[in-house]
């Protein structure tokens, strides 16, 4: 975890290392996870179907099909402008040890939960840069307590903290854990209904809260002409 976490300090785009120290570090998180997605009427409903999130989420044509406010809608406005897909995360993860090593239903599972990374973005108002992807990775162990997870949010607390002082980035990254403990238990959740649901509508009914500070402090960086992602935020 260490050497992958080094190696991410030096280029923060290896989403490969970001596997690696999840793997590392994640203990008995999937398994506690999908103990619980399956106590779920939803849960068992996804696994009798044998569901396939991503098969949803790559079929480009069917998105653009639902209407214009709809998490689809934002969801494929997102990836596109981004210029990332579906099947952005599936390379990475597929190398993991553990990944090589999931079967049946675990691995459905633990599929899922990795392809909701986008829908993740949209749906909690984080965008792709630095500060959103680390209060987003706070969203996220909120949610799975995974430490691997924890562990580069924290330290991205730590450095931005470091780096930025006067710009009170802690507590940007700490809103995105908070609102991951008040929102429901995305995992658990019928995201193949909800991408057809207008975004407003999906938010309320999974409690997700805005990111108030998230929005803020992007004002304040750009008045300053900061941009974490050029400003080795992870970097040194």
Same mark, same amino acid.
């Given at each position: 975890?260490?050497?992958?976490?080094?190696?991410?300090?030096?280029?923060?785009?290896?989403?490969?290392?970001?596997?690696?120290?999840?793997?590392?570090?994640?203990?008995?998180?999937?398994?506690?996870?999908?103990?619980?997605?399956?106590?779920?009427?939803?849960?068992?409903?996804?696994?009798?179907?044998?569901? $396939?999130?991503?098969?949803?989420?790559?079929?480009?044509?069917?998105?653009?099909?639902? &209407?214009?406010?709809?998490?689809?809608?934002?969801?494929?406005?997102?990836?596109?402008?981004?210029?990332? /897909?579906?099947?952005?995360?599936?390379? &990475? /993860?597929?190398?993991?040890?553990?990944?090589?090593?999931?079967?049946?239903?675990?691995?459905?599972?633990? $599929?899922?939960?990795?392809?909701?990374?986008?829908?993740?973005?949209?749906?909690?108002?984080?965008?792709?840069?630095?500060?959103?992807?680390?209060?987003?990775?706070?969203?996220?162990?909120?949610?799975?307590?995974?430490?691997?997870?924890?562990?580069?949010?924290?330290?991205?607390?730590?450095?931005?903290?470091?780096?930025?002082?006067?710009?009170?980035?802690?507590?940007?990254?700490?809103?995105?854990?908070?609102?991951?403990?008040?929102?429901?238990?995305?995992?658990?959740?019928?995201?193949? $209904?909800?991408?057809?649901?207008?975004?407003?509508?999906?938010?309320?009914?999974?409690? $997700?809260?805005?990111?108030?500070?998230?929005?803020?402090?992007?004002?304040?960086?750009?008045?300053?002409?900061?941009?974490?992602?050029?400003?080795?935020?992870?970097?040194?």
């Amino acid at each position: 975890a260490f050497s992958a976490m080094r190696r991410l300090v030096k280029n923060p785009e290896a989403t490969e290392e970001v596997f690696i120290i999840i793997e590392a570090l994640a203990g008995d998180a999937l398994d506690k996870g999908f103990q619980r997605f399956k106590a779920t009427d939803m849960g068992r409903t996804i696994l009798a179907e044998k569901r $396939s999130l991503l098969d949803s989420l790559r079929d480009r044509e069917q998105l653009a099909q639902q &209407p214009a406010h709809s998490l689809a809608a934002h969801y494929l406005h997102f990836v596109t402008k981004e210029e990332i /897909s579906a099947d952005g995360l599936v390379e &990475p /993860s597929e190398d993991m040890r553990t990944a090589k090593e999931l079967k049946g239903d675990l691995l459905l599972f633990a $599929s899922r939960q990795r392809d909701m990374h986008d829908l993740w973005h949209v749906t909690a108002g984080y965008g792709r840069d630095a500060l959103g992807e680390l209060s987003l990775l706070a969203f996220t162990y909120a949610q799975e307590q995974n430490r691997g997870i924890g562990a580069i949010a924290l330290y991205g607390y730590w450095k931005v903290g470091k780096e930025l002082p006067d710009f009170n980035l802690r507590q940007v990254i700490y809103e995105g854990y908070n609102n991951g403990k008040k929102a429901t238990l995305w995992s658990c959740e019928d995201w193949e $209904s909800l991408i057809k649901l207008p975004l407003d509508q999906v938010r309320e009914k999974l409690n $997700s809260k805005k990111p108030e500070l998230y929005y803020d402090a992007l004002k304040k960086l750009s008045t300053h002409e900061i941009d974490l992602n050029n400003n080795a935020v992870l970097a040194n």
